[in-house]
């Protein structure tokens, strides 16, 4: 299975333009038999977990049904790239910045609206490297003040940690329904800062005794390729 994460940034003023897609880009991606799941998100100020909208910055996801002989990176990489054409002309019309990631999913567990979107995966393989981890949560409406109580001491700390590259921000409803995507050296620096660094241990210990997620989702991928830019760089430039 195969996906791509892309994100666009609208130029300064048009991130109503940004808004709009998101109604718009819902017909092409209903009417296309090769995209198994899709989501339209929006994304928060600081990379993370955020209350604060960034409405120049939005974000899409699909999950592309692969055929059992496509094996080689080149030839997943041009099925995946064949997303509804109106994206492209869209995006080019409001001179918007993209970054292109694709990717393939090896590792996870949970669900996302109901469904397991990446397929069934194991909890742990073999993969060394350079590795983008997706943690989303539908948080439950009693739960939402001890969830952002704890988030940002979380997030600012994990800017910091050693192995992290950068991570995005992304999610369907504000406040509510909320996604980080985060990318890594390597397993075992990601892993140095989810159990070994004190206060996000906390957060995790809370999340399982105080039930805060009406459903969540871990999944771990291997990064193919990516391309373009956000804010002027890619983040990825020379690691892949």
């Known amino acids: 299975m195969i996906c791509q994460l892309i994100v666009v940034r609208y130029p300064k003023w048009l991130g109503w333009a940004g808004f709009l897609s998101m109604a718009i880009f819902r017909l092409p991606l209903w009417l296309s038999p090769k995209i198994s799941f899709w989501k339209l998100m929006g994304c928060g100020r600081n990379g993370t977990f955020d209350k604060t909208p960034d409405w120049r910055q939005w974000a899409v996801l699909l999950v592309w049904q692969q055929q059992a002989d496509t094996s080689d990176a080149p ?42 979107c990446f397929g069934d995966l194991p909890k742990q393989t073999d993969h060394e490297g350079l590795i983008g981890i997706l943690t989303r949560a539908t948080i439950r409406p009693g739960k939402l003040g001890s969830f952002w109580k704890h ?13 992290f590259i950068t991570s995005l921000g992304i999610g369907e409803v504000p406040w509510i329904k909320q ?32 039930d805060w997620y009406s459903e969540d989702m871990f999944v771990r991928f291997r990064i193919l390729s990516a391309k373009g830019s956000l804010q002027g760089h890619n983040p990825l430039q020379g690691k892949l």
Not at 91 to 106: H, R, S, T, V, Y
Not at 151 to 163: I, P
Not at 194 to 199: G, K, P, R, V
Not at 203 to 209: E, S
């Open 75 to 116: 030839s997943r990489a041009d099925m995946a790239g064949k997303k509804p054409s109106l994206f492209n002309s869209w995006w080019q019309f409001f001179g918007c910045e993209k970054w292109e990631l694709l990717l393939e999913p090896i590792e996870g567990h949970g669900t996302w609206d109901g469904k397991g």
């Open 179 to 210: 996604a980080t995507f985060s990318i890594w050296e390597n397993r075992e620096k990601m892993k140095q800062f989810a159990y070994q660094m004190q206060e996000h241990a906390e957060v995790i210990r809370k999340t399982r005794k105080e």
């Open 151 to 163: 988030v940002d001491g979380v997030a600012s700390q994990m800017t910091a940690a050693d192995g």
